[in-house]
């Protein structure tokens, strides 16, 4: 199992430009999120999947799309980069049998926007 | 809604030395606490959880204690290593599905 999977490892990008950031796992997993990381603010909810064909917005949900057209993947969007989009960005998946189920982290997309 | 707060860091601790990292949270209903772990250049994983009341969650020599009365849930180690060191984050679950985390405390433990 490679359990969750993201790439790019890192990117820079400019103003204005999009991007996609991928993530996968195999662990055939209903739940997927995606948080972003910045210094001194833990990580907050952008958006999450309780399934293929199934989204919805988590706490700062703004200048990001999202959407899971298969079980494996949940890749995320940026369609206009912004410097406040420098993060580092997290995607997580769980199984969705309730509360108490552990989440699996991938290993993070570092992004710079200049 | 739900939150955590847990104390700000940075720690440094001598090895061998006691490790306590406070974390309260607000919540409705019986929501289930985490504490994941982050080593340096790495993503999260989960040190350890508790999913009801008086339960102790314990992994790695780390031990934890949910105690619903003061809605908290402190992590503890008896003897750190140099190889605790990393980003620890309490979390809460109340939704199902969705987790809130903590700001996270960074930990030094010096030889």
């Known amino acids: 199992n490679a359990g969750v999977t993201q790439t790019p490892k890192f990117q820079v990008l400019k103003t204005g430009q999009s991007m996609t950031l991928q993530c996968a796992q195999d662990m055939n997993h209903e739940y997927m999120s995606w948080y972003r990381q910045d210094p001194g603010m833990g990580l907050r909810l952008i958006h999450y999947?309780?399934?293929?064909?199934?989204?919805d917005q988590g706490e700062v949900p703004n200048g990001y799309n999202v959407s899971r057209s298969t079980t494996e993947d949940f890749p995320l969007r940026l369609l206009s980069a912004a410097p406040s989009q420098t993060s580092v960005y997290f995607c997580?998946?769980?199984?969705?049998?309730?509360?108490?189920?552990?989440?699996?982290f991938g290993p993070g997309t570092r992004l710079l926007v200049l | 809604g739900n939150s955590v707060t847990q104390m700000e860091g940075p720690v440094t601790l001598s090895e061998e030395a006691f490790l306590t990292i406070n974390c309260t949270y607000t919540a409705t209903g019986y929501p289930s606490l985490f504490w994941y772990v982050q080593y340096p250049g790495e993503g999260l994983q989960l040190l350890l959880k508790a999913t009801k009341a008086d339960d102790k969650g314990s992994n790695k020599g780390f031990e934890a204690t949910y105690r619903k009365e003061t809605t908290s849930f402190h992590l503890e180690k008896g003897s750190v290593q140099v190889s605790d060191s990393a980003v620890y984050f309490c979390?809460?679950?109340?939704?199902?599905?969705?987790?809130?985390f903590g700001k996270g405390t960074s930990l030094l433990v010096t030889p």
């Open positions: 997580a998946s769980s199984p969705l049998t309730g509360e108490g189920e552990t989440q699996y």
């Open positions: 999947s309780v399934g293929a064909g199934i989204t």
């Open positions: 979390a809460l679950d109340g939704s199902g599905y969705a987790l809130n």
